[in-house]
């Protein structure tokens, strides 16, 4: 009886290195980026009209202003989801 001794597979070895540049679009990286920057702006002005009202520095409001790219994405993806279940039956109407 011959025992064989052999290297323990890699199932993941052979497959290519995963790199961000293939998969991210530069336009996505764009509109985001412009999100961001008008984000801040939004948020410079409104920290500054609130200075101006109330009389002393604090953060309200205008914080949520920081967040237009996530909420974008968010009400991108719900109205994508939205969009795709409209030509699909649930699962309730079958």
Known sequence: MKIERREPVNIFRKQRKWRLREHIR?????????????????FRAGQTR??????????????FALFLPVFYWTVSRIIRDTLGM?????WWQE
């Open 50 to 63: 609130a200075l101006a009202e109330r009389g002393y520095e604090a953060l309200g409001g205008e914080v």
């Open 26 to 42: 530069i336009a996505v990286v764009a509109k985001y980026t412009a999100l961001t920057v008008a984000g801040i702006l939004l």
């Open 86 to 90: 409209r030509g699909k039956k649930s």
